[in-house]
DNA sequence: ATAGTCTATCTAAACGTTTAGATATAAATT
DNA sequence: AATTTATATCTAAACGTTTAGATAGACTAT
């Protein structure tokens, strides 16, 4: 702790310690010339007001926590740059908190009491903390609702399907409805779906949007062209080899996730396919090495900034006790590069 | 806050603040029996201790801040979740500021003013929050140091070379070493080296390794296989070529960075040149990426939790006062895969 | 000149803990 | 039984701020 308080600016300054604080804060009048050698002295002494003080008698700690599944997650940083784009503005700190889920209890999430040992745990301590509000960003946030609702502070939730009210994720349904609008455009009739497994929203969301414009665009619909991958690129490669198999192959492809787009590209290079003459590829994401592919892959960009700013921004409201109205949801952005051409005309 | 206090725990469990506190951090003998009415009263009422106060009074806050300069650059993330994992242990919380630099002040740094004041602004609003200590996650900590010292406060850099002592670096020399040694193994002499940016330490650090490695090995050295490059894909293709049409081309190019690795397969795939039939890549940095490519890339990987870990180990040390000595640096672990191997034979 | 209004500053209580020292009770020693 | 020692609990001050209410001085309107 900086050993110098608001007592020893006083004394210096010839004043009470009201009168500093209230130039520090500005909620009462102060003559000019008396503010000036306040704040001449606190600039001397090089004074910081003590926080923990200030939160204790204010009863306002201008935190939030932010519980993260895990950090390293691609689609994490950006989230927290958004959030943290939105503290910022309005004053707020950020207290992290990194569950490791992955890392400390497997990627099989088969112990779930595991999992919400560790987000209670993680709850917990931020509320001990003292922050206003918690952002959970991740896709496991089952059950602690609950929790946390105990103590009456709000939370909202991101990249996660949650019934909670405030849920922030972008507009998925949209985002695969625009991808195949986009081919259709392009003039592709027969368009193949790499889906990510089939127990994930995003994927029963994707799929609706991608029935939607079936249906709109009134596409020739075959089941075969539907494949159920598991987001990772092996199945996109061999979901991709089937596809090509096909007696009247898909003239584009779209993969649910880049990672998948990835094994397409495999497949497609490997069965000496061109793309995108021969096959057109789109993928979902942005990761940034779908800029480094050979080609590069044309892919759904994820509003990932904004939903950690809107999330940031909901709670502020909500700590502020004020109603937050359903905002739109964010939509994705298609980035076109190499990978979607028009279709050979045959 | 929650509304409920220590004393309240104190009247409905019929002691004095003082035994709840006892019982709350045993730091006095409390008898078995009160004990267990307090914690079962506390338990029913949900308390939980205001931190604030706590802090107030012990003058810790547990708690340590961590500047990032971007947390979407691709390295910090990792670094974060080894602080983390660290701190979790240590019963230690992380305040966490993203500066956001290339956002706010863009890519050029000509302003570093600007960046003095954002670094500057950050920092005062950690020590306000009464941090014990601070990790700094850049490149660009010139001057910091000076003025987070002026609190006495201790800080920790990581993923930048200062001369302050306490820099958790990982050993870069030892890394282009061992790449290079890896490809002497495999039979190569004639090595293309892309770097960085010259005035980057970490080129002149893997400089310095591929020196050592061209002396110790006896290697023939040749100044046309060494190209200066700028981090970015655009000058690795762009060099690579130049190598390639060399008199004598190479047999393996160890790429600073992945990204520009990506560059060097982009070329040899225009030019037919089969990697790694008639060519060898190292990268480093074993990005994500580095797996997708074809052929998937063979690569360093930075210890990027481990100097994460090392760091908040460190900071810890200096916090409680206790000297820190210098640890060994942690090194980089060569990731095998496709785009290596034994040169042909002429 | 007197009362009323404003303005600038001060006094002191409060925020919710921790903790040194006081006190009361029980156990051990004489 | 009287004294000492050990154990369990309590009392109250302190941590560094903020802020309602009190006070004093200067200005305004009568």
Redesign the pocket.
């Known amino acids: ?7 020893d600016i ?1 004394a210096k300054a ?9 130039v ?2 500005g ?9 000036e050698r306040v704040l001449r002295v606190i600039q001397e002494m090089n ?4 926080n ?3 939160s ?4 306002r700690t201008n935190t939030i926590g932010v519980i993260a599944e895990d950090v390293t997650v691609f689609n994490v940083p950006e989230i927290i740059d958004g959030i943290n784009d939105c503290a910022d503005r309005m004053d707020m700190h950020i207290l992290l908190t990194n569950l490791r889920l992955d890392k400390r209890i497997g990627r099989e999430f088969d112990r779930m009491d595991s999992y919400r040992h560790y987000a209670d745990n993680a709850v917990s301590e931020l509320l001990s903390k003292q922050v206003e509000g918690i952002i959970y960003i991740g896709v496991h946030p089952r059950d602690l609702t609950g929790f946390i609702d105990t103590f009456g502070k709000p939370i909202v939730y991101t990249y996660s399907y949650t019934h909670h009210d405030l849920s922030i994720q972008y507009n998925d349904e949209q985002a695969s409805y625009d991808a195949m609008a986009y081919l259709v455009q392009k003039g592709h009739t027969r368009i193949g779906i790499i889906s990510g497994v089939m127990d994930s929203t995003p994927s029963r969301l994707r799929f609706n949007g991608f029935y939607k414009a079936v249906t709109e665009y009134e596409l020739p619909f075959d089941p075969q062209l539907i494949k159920i991958g598991d987001w990772e690129a092996e199945s996109g490669y061999r979901l991709t080899l089937e596809l090509l198999e096909l007696e009247q192959p898909p003239t584009a492809i779209v993969a649910m996730n880049d990672v998948m787009a990835v094994g397409v590209i495999r497949a497609a290079s490997e069965k000496g396919v061109h793309i995108p003459k021969d096959l057109s590829v789109i993928g979902f994401d942005n990761r940034e090495f779908s800029n480094y592919l050979i080609p590069r892959i044309t892919t759904m960009e994820l509003p990932l900034h904004e939903m950690g700013y809107q999330a940031m921004e909901s709670l502020a409201l909500l700590i502020k006790g004020e109603k937050v109205e359903k905002q739109p949801m964010p939509s994705c952005k298609l980035i076109e590069r190499e990978s979607v051409a028009a279709p050979r005309i045959r």
Chains 1, 2 share one sequence.
């Open positions: 702790m900086s050993e110098i308080g608001i007592k006083a010839n004043v009470s310690t009201a009168t500093v604080s209230y520090l804060n909620t009462r009048n102060v003559k000019l010339n008396t503010r004074y910081k007001p003590n923990a003080a200030q204790l008698k204010r009863k």
